[in-house]
C-alpha cells in the first residue's frame, strides 16, 4: 500500500518556465511534508518542507503548496534551471515518526 | 563537517560473504537510518538508531544485521544475502529521533550492492 504517491514518474520543462512536481498521500495522520532533490550517484538532499498547519512554504525559487481536504501538495520551482534536472522525492511523516516516501519524478529542465 | 560518508561506494559480493557497509557523521546527530532503494523504487526504511540505541526494525531479515558502535558511526553486516538483496543502501542521520516532531534526514550518497 503506497500511502505517499508521485504519479508523474518524469517531467519535461524549458529553462525559465516554471515546474511543477506534484504528490498525492492517503494516511490522513501525517503532518509533516518534505521534498528532497537526487542526483546521480549522491544521495538525497533536503530542499524543502512544509507542516500540516500552514498551506504554503517559500524559499527562493521553491514553493511548497499544501491541500489537506485534496491530500495532495505540490512544488512549485519558477524559474526552473538547466541545474534543477534530477529525482525529486516527496515524502510524508506522522508525528516525526517514520519517513515515508514517493516513487520520485524526473525533472528535466531544458536549456 | 555537514556530510553523511558511506564507504564503500560499491559492493560485489556472493551469497555466502560476510560484508559490512559502513556511515559515518560528525553533525552531532544522535539519530541513524538505514534506507534501502531498488530501481524505480522509493527509500525503504530498514533500521533506525536513536542514541546508539536501535529504535526500528522494520521487519528486516536477519541476513542484514545493523551496528551503532558510537553517535558517529553505523554499520550494516551482511551474511548470506540474496541476489534479490542487490540494491542502493542509503544512510541518515538526524538531529531528532524519529518520534520527536519534524524531523529533517541527512542522506549519504549510498553503496550500491550487487549480490552475485
Known amino acids: 500500500d503506497q500511502q505517499v504517491k508521485q504519479n508523474s514518474p518524469s517531467l519535461s520543462v524549458q529553462e525559465g518556465r516554471i515546474s511543477i512536481l506534484n504528490c498525492d498521500y492517503t494516511n490522513s495522520m501525517f503532518d509533516y511534508f518534505l521534498w528532497y532533490k537526487k542526483y546521480p550517484a549522491e544521495g538525497p538532499t533536503f530542499l524543502i518542507s512544509?507542516?500540516?498547519?500552514?498551506d504554503k512554504n517559500e524559499d527562493g525559487r521553491f514553493t511548497v503548496f499544501l491541500n489537506k481536504s485534496a491530500k495532495h501538495l505540490s512544488l512549485h520551482i519558477v524559474p526552473s534551471q538547466p541545474g534543477d534536472s534530477a529525482v525529486y522525492f516527496c515524502?510524508?511523516?506522522?508525528?516525526?515518526?517514520?519517513?515515508?516516501f514517493g516513487a520520485g519524478t524526473i525533472l528535466r529542465v531544458k536549456s | 563537517d555537514t556530510e553523511v560518508t558511506q564507504t564503500p561506494k560499491h559492493l560485489v559480493m556472493g551469497m555466502t560473504n560476510k560484508k559490512s557497509l559502513k556511515c559515518e557523521q560528525h553533525?552531532?546527530?544522535?539519530?541513524m537510518y538505514w534506507y534501502k532503494q531498488k530501481a524505480k523504487k522509493p527509500p525503504e526504511l530498514m533500521f533506525v538508531?536513536?542514541?546508539?540505541?536501535?529504535?526500528i526494525n522494520e521487519s528486516v531479515p536477519s541476513r542484514f544485521s545493523p551496528e551503532c558502535p558510537n553517535s558517529s558511526l553505523l554499520n550494516l553486516h551482511l551474511h548470506a544475502l540474496q541476489p534479490e538483496d542487490s540494491a542502493l543502501y542509503l544512510c541518515?542521520?538526524?538531529?531528532?529521533?524519529?518520534?520527536?516532531?519534524?524531523?529533517?534526514?541527512?542522506f549519504g550518497a549510498g553503496s550500491r550492492l550487487t549480490v552475485l
Open positions: 515524502a510524508a511523516s506522522a508525528g516525526g515518526n517514520k519517513l515515508v
Open positions: 553533525m552531532g546527530h544522535r539519530a
Open positions: 541518515a542521520s538526524s538531529h531528532k529521533p524519529h518520534n520527536s516532531g519534524s524531523n529533517v534526514l541527512t
Open positions: 538508531y536513536s542514541y546508539e540505541k536501535l529504535s
Open positions: 512544509i507542516s500540516s498547519i500552514k
